[in-house]
């Protein structure tokens, strides 16, 4: 019976296994096939290997994409874990008249679509001019990463998780003499990596995924993001599919990247239980 039990579970781990390796094993296949393969095809082996399909993509625009993708993620995850963090501080440890309200004020913008606010979004970027080129903030790294910098779901997780954070600790820290900001970013900071940890891979991943903003910000190819450049590309019937699934392959892999990287902290803060607030 217990032999039957364990055939059965181990059945069950290679199904599973079996539904989530083979899309990913027909995707590398295809892309780095000398042959030009069929993407449905129920057994896509390879026929010789090849970066044709990835040094092609590289060309068509996926390395400048890619280059604003990481400029934009780069300056907009710390910008946004900055503001949130400082934000979730107030919340959590400042009492004030209508931090209730503020709360689900903050909250309430995760209810709402980003397509209910897009075309305002855009007039209020538009009307917006940079300090030293005079310009608006449409069509630079500006309007691509300031909307991003204000994002309810860290400054909520956090904001619960510095709620734990026990008040001995600061009380301590102000009979040494330390201000405000000291005890932020000596003692509570420091405390909540965990859920740092959580919010910068839930951060990179909103960032990095963002289509409706680059688009909508970006008038010129130079400043398209890679999410807009893989989408042109797949709606392009000149490219051969090994083509456009490398473009699809580039823009996973540093989301997994940056999950390896990250993984204990997220864990952590799951585990911790920073999502409940």
Same mark, same amino acid.
């Given at each position: 019976?217990?032999?039957?039990? *364990?055939?059965?579970?181990?059945?069950?781990?290679?199904?599973?296994? #079996?539904?989530?390796?083979?899309?990913?094993?027909?995707?590398?296949?295809?892309?780095?096939?000398?042959?030009?393969?069929?993407?449905?095809?129920?057994?896509?082996?390879?026929?010789?290997?090849?970066?044709?399909?990835?040094?092609?993509?590289?060309?068509?625009?996926?390395?400048?994409?890619?280059?604003?993708?990481?400029?934009?993620? $780069?300056?907009?995850?710390?910008?946004?874990?900055?503001?949130?963090?400082?934000?979730?501080?107030?919340?959590? *440890?400042?009492?004030?008249?209508? $931090?209730?309200?503020?709360?689900?004020?903050?909250?309430?913008?995760?209810?709402?679509?980003?397509?209910?606010?897009?075309?305002?979004?855009?007039?209020?970027?538009?009307? =917006?001019?940079?300090?030293?080129?005079?310009?608006?903030?449409?069509? %630079?790294?500006?309007?691509?990463?300031? /909307?991003?910098?204000? &994002?309810?779901?860290?400054?909520?997780?956090?904001?619960? #998780?510095?709620?734990?954070? /026990?008040?001995?600790?600061?009380?301590?820290?102000?009979?040494?003499?330390?201000?405000? #900001?000291?005890?932020?970013?000596? =003692?509570?900071? /420091?405390?909540?990596?965990?859920?740092?940890?959580?919010? $910068?891979?839930?951060?990179?991943?909103?960032? &990095?995924?963002?289509?409706?903003?680059?688009?909508?910000?970006?008038?010129?190819?130079?400043?398209?993001?890679?999410?807009?450049?893989?989408? %042109?590309?797949?709606?392009?019937?000149?490219?051969?599919?090994?083509?456009?699934?490398?473009?699809?392959?580039?823009?996973?892999? /540093?989301?997994?990247?940056?999950?390896?990287?990250?993984?204990?902290?997220?864990?952590?803060?799951?585990?911790?239980? %920073?999502?409940?607030?």
């Amino acid at each position: 019976m217990r032999i039957r039990t *364990r055939a059965g579970v181990w059945l069950l781990y290679a199904l599973v296994a #079996f539904v989530f390796v083979y899309p990913l094993w027909t995707v590398v296949a295809t892309v780095f096939s000398k042959r030009q393969a069929r993407l449905g095809a129920m057994m896509n082996v390879p026929h010789g290997l090849t970066g044709a399909n990835v040094s092609q993509a590289w060309h068509l625009g996926v390395a400048r994409g890619l280059l604003n993708s990481l400029i934009v993620v $780069a300056v907009g995850l710390t910008l946004q874990l900055t503001v949130s963090s400082l934000a979730a501080y107030a919340l959590a *440890r400042k009492r004030f008249k209508g $931090a209730g309200v503020v709360m689900l004020a903050i909250l309430a913008t995760m209810m709402m679509p980003e397509e209910v606010i897009a075309v305002p979004l855009f007039q209020v970027l538009g009307k =917006i001019h940079q300090p030293f080129t005079g310009g608006t903030l449409v069509n %630079s790294y500006g309007g691509l990463i300031l /909307p991003l910098v204000g &994002w309810a779901l860290p400054v909520y997780v956090l904001t619960g #998780f510095m709620k734990r954070v /026990p008040l001995e600790l600061e009380e301590a820290a102000r009979i040494d003499g330390a201000g405000d #900001f000291r005890i932020f970013w000596r =003692i509570v900071l /420091p405390v909540c990596r965990p859920a740092l940890g959580t919010c $910068a891979v839930f951060g990179f991943l909103m960032i &990095w995924d963002q289509y409706l903003l680059p688009l909508l910000v970006s008038q010129t190819p130079k400043m398209d993001t890679l999410t807009v450049v893989v989408t %042109s590309l797949q709606s392009s019937q000149e490219q051969g599919e090994g083509v456009r699934l490398a473009a699809v392959l580039i823009l996973a892999v /540093p989301g997994v990247l940056v999950y390896l990287a990250l993984q204990r902290l997220f864990e952590r803060g799951l585990l911790s239980g %920073s999502l409940k607030g």
